[in-house]
């Protein structure tokens, strides 16, 4: 984490550009300038900034907006009540798709319906997220005014329904890419399963091929799947920046641009070390629930490689 | 297997159920909260420039200005939309012979959001803030004459000048008078104008609500939200779905064709002060060289250009001064498209072969298409050029500060500019002693008619100079629905006055 940290402040300091640019205009004098730059702390030596950048780290505190000067932590937090709910809920209905899906496909992958998936869904991952929600947006908002183009209510989530409303778009666009590559996973992890010694042992001892497959077949084909799941997840929270700026959505990934653009650094470091500190949560939040399904994993955390 | 393919099935179908089930149950929350018109109705404006803070002296951007002035602070006078100048907090003025001294009576009864009535005292506060040592703001320059502000009793203020200056109700129409009791202005305002702040969430919108106890007539319209976009095509799409009611400036051409046919929207042009053009170091050679400038002023086919970016919108310019400007000259004719004088000039100079240059272009629209065409241009006369694309910011430090640079793209927004060429330290470094002293004398003239003549001599001086090549001048347009109406058209300064705007019923 702290690697991170300090790979991302240098980062950001390479960027040609100077974070005072963004509170000064085109007529503003050289002390103004001077002024600007005394005000936001980059007339300083990069290691007098770094030194000031890791107190505020120890203490959590992850300072303020160069440019609005609100507090970078309340703005993340305004911001994931929107980005964390749009993830979950694409999420889940990823999950609702790509799994009867992918099971489908695998199950019946010498029908024409079997194979029309997979060739969808390898479609599906290559077509970029942009170009998925300017498709909805021109069907369901421009022609067809089904759904807004984009937005949120200001009343924010005090009102679900609207809020949903508002975020069916953006959410179904989140969904389809994700459950694209999701299918792939599920439909593999299948015929696995399906091609596995103990399912064949379950039917020899007389059991059918659906109730094998439920009873058998879901918990051990379910443990590679979560595995992805957790990266897909991840992933997602970080791809919420292309779909946010489709959607004109105030969420964390705009905030990230924007913060780029100007050279916010507060606001940038801010958010990139939240959503690496979720990305880790994810990612151990996904073990857990391996080792749940699967006793096998237990009690051995550090011995398999 | 047929049992397990018929429990799929319905497994299948019960997923597609629920889903047809939220479906439904969404699309029957249609928002209903833009449909109403009337005098008591919201309208929403959708703009591509969210401000970063509220204080326009603390680097907010163009988008407060458009947001709050007029509508949520109010000057001492008020640039109305068609350039002119007129006393808004103050009822009567009078300016001393020698033209030193401005004595200003304030409004009565006026009073800020908070509830405090205005003062004297806050108008000197608000003007000793944008002159402030603290302040961001680009217009502190032009308020440099002031001498001294005195407050004889609550609704007189005088300003004494150390020199003249004719633009000074000009240039207050840019000082909002804000309450001096205020604390936090980055995210709360305490203005005197027609709206106060209702809510702002950034990255989203921000609104305003018809202030009851304001002085002045009432607005014709309950609420303002400013709708936010970072993209001129998700901005389009709102004002096709109706989530928007009028679109502030549309930044495509492309994007026109589809209100332009359609009798639900009204497409109204009106006209600009924002200045596409190429600057270039006239420090360093070779364009120190006025015979160089010239010879690529009459190289670039600007019309082509215009019509390439905009088709049929948009206006030609001949120098730095758009047709609003009182100073305005029609100069299109010096230096005209002709590209065998062009190299008769470059030869002169003493470049028969040309020479190599590298423009910084910004990053974003139109820069990058007018780089392009620039070099098709000028390899015609033998001149080629470099692109080096950058971002908004390094071009602040690259150019607007380190002046290290051959040529650059930029737009230039304001009304009234032109006196950047009087400013021998701008960065581009145009220096003619005669422009220079016309600025000046124009700033310390005794009649606005005076003023216009030495502003369209040095006008006139700089087209001669070809002291940058101007491409043209963008044009203005304002979409809106066509139930909506009485919206500024010309958006001088990027304002956006909004208590005019009506929606019927």
Redesign the interface.
């Known amino acids: 984490m702290l690697i991170a940290a300090a790979v991302l402040f240098l980062l950001l300091r390479l960027l040609p550009g100077d974070p005072a640019n963004a509170l000064v205009s085109v007529g503003a004098d050289p002390e103004q300038i001077e002024a600007a730059r005394r005000q936001v702390g980059s007339d300083l030596p990069l290691a007098a900034q770094f030194v000031r950048y890791l107190g505020q780290l120890g203490s959590f505190d992850l300072g303020a907006s160069f440019v609005s000067g609100v507090p970078v932590l309340d703005e993340i937090g305004r911001r994931l009540t929107l980005t964390l709910p749009l993830t979950a809920l694409a999420f889940i209905c990823a999950i609702l798709l790509a799994v009867p899906l992918g099971i489908l496909a695998a199950v019946k992958r010498d029908r024409w319906y079997g194979n029309l998936i997979s060739v969808i869904s390898q479609l599906g991952v290559a077509i970029p997220v942009f170009w998925i929600g300017i498709l909805l947006v021109t069907a369901f908002a421009v022609k067809l005014r089904l759904f807004p183009s984009g937005g949120f209510p200001t009343s924010g989530w005090r009102d679900p329904l609207m809020a949903l409303h508002q975020l069916a778009l953006p959410i179904l666009t989140i969904a389809l890419v994700m459950s694209a590559s999701l299918i792939r996973y599920v439909r593999s992890a299948t015929l696995d399963v399906i091609g596995s010694d103990y399912l064949r042992t379950a039917r020899a001892l007389g059991a059918g091929y659906g109730e094998a497959l439920i009873r058998h077949g879901i918990r051990n084909g379910a443990v590679p799947v979560i595995s992805i799941l957790g990266i897909e997840l991840a992933s997602t929270l970080l791809g919420a920046v292309v779909v946010e700026r489709v959607f004109s959505l105030p969420g964390l990934g705009s905030m990230l641009l924007g913060g780029i653009e100007q050279r916010d650094y507060p606001s940038v470091q801010g958010v990139l070390f939240i959503s690496t500190l979720l990305v880790l949560l994810v990612g151990f939040a996904a073990d857990i629930v391996q080792r749940l399904i699967d006793p096998r994993l237990r009690g051995q955390s550090g011995g398999r490689s | 297997?047929t049992?397990?393919?018929a429990?799929?099935h319905r497994?299948?179908r019960s997923?597609l159920k629920a889903?047809t089930a939220a479906?439904l149950?969404?699309?029957g929350?249609?928002?209903a909260l833009s449909a109403e018109g009337g005098p008591d109705a919201t309208i929403s404006i959708g703009s591509l420039y969210e401000p970063?803070?509220l204080d326009n002296t603390?680097?907010a951007?163009q988008g407060i200005n458009e947001a709050f002035n007029g509508n949520v602070y109010e000057a001492l006078f008020r640039l109305n939309d068609d350039g002119s100048v007129s006393p808004s907090l103050v009822k009567d003025y009078t300016v001393s012979d020698d033209g030193l001294t401005y004595t200003f009576t304030l409004q009565p009864g006026v009073t800020f959001h908070s509830g405090d009535p205005l003062t004297s005292a806050d108008v000197k506060w608000s003007i000793e803030r944008v002159t402030s040592?603290?302040?961001?703001s680009?217009?502190?320059?032009s308020l440099k004459p002031i001498a001294s502000i005195e407050t004889p009793d609550d609704a007189t203020v005088v300003i004494k000048l150390s020199s003249r200056s004719i633009s000074l109700p000009y240039n207050l129409s840019y000082v909002w008078v804000i309450n001096d009791a205020a604390k936090d202005l980055?995210?709360t305002e305490d203005g005197t104008g027609p709206y106060a702040l209702d809510?702002w969430?950034?990255?989203?919108?921000l609104?305003v609500k018809r202030f009851d106890k304001y002085w002045g007539p009432k607005p014709e319209n309950g609420e303002v939200?400013f709708?936010?976009?970072?993209?001129a095509?998700?901005?389009n799409?709102?004002l096709?779905?109706g989530?928007v009611d009028v679109i502030t400036s549309v930044q495509s051409p492309d994007s026109l064709a589809q209100f332009k046919d359609n009798p639900d929207f009204t497409v109204a042009e009106g006209k600009s002060t924002t200045k596409l053009l190429l600057a270039y170091n006239d420090r360093v050679a070779p364009f120190d060289n006025v015979k160089v400038r010239k010879a690529l002023a009459r190289a670039v086919d600007d019309k082509k250009l215009l019509e390439a970016v905009w088709g049929e919108y948009g206006t030609l310019i001949g120098s730095f001064v758009p047709p609003t400007d009182p100073w305005y000259v029609d100069l299109t004719k010096v230096d005209a498209y002709d590209p065998e004088s062009a190299k008769a000039l470059l030869a002169e100079a003493g470049y028969p072969d040309g020479f190599t240059f590298t423009i910084d272009t910004p990053n974003y629209d139109p820069h990058p298409l007018a780089a392009q065409f620039l070099q098709g241009e000028l390899a015609k006369v033998g001149v080629k050029i470099v692109i080096n694309v950058?971002?908004?910011?390094?071009w602040?430090?690259?150019i607007?500060?380190a002046h290290d640079f051959q040529a650059t793209l930029q737009e230039?927004v304001?009304h009234r500019d032109i006196v950047?060429y009087g400013n021998p330290d701008f960065y581009w470094g145009y220096n003619n002693p005669k422009v220079v002293d016309l600025i000046k004398a124009s700033e310390e003239a005794k009649t606005v008619d005076e003023q216009t003549e030495k502003l369209k001599e040095a006008n006139i001086q700089i087209a001669e100079d070809a002291a940058s090549n101007w491409l043209y001048l963008y044009p203005q347009i304002v979409v809106s629905k066509t139930s909506v109406s009485g919206y500024p058209l010309n958006g001088l300064n990027s304002q956006f006055f909004a208590y005019g705007i009506k929606k019927a019923d």
Not at chain 2, 201 to 205: N, T
Not at chain 2, 227 to 231: N, P
Request: proline content about 3%; hydrophobic content about 35%.
């Open positions: 297997m049992a397990l393919s429990r799929a497994t299948h997923v889903t479906m149950l969404l699309m929350v249609a928002p970063q803070n603390a680097g951007g040592p603290d302040s961001k680009s217009r502190k320059n980055q995210s809510g969430q950034r990255g989203s919108q609104a939200v709708k936010y976009f970072t993209e095509t998700a901005l799409n709102a096709l779905t989530a950058i971002t908004a910011n390094e602040y430090t690259k607007y500060k230039h304001n950047f």
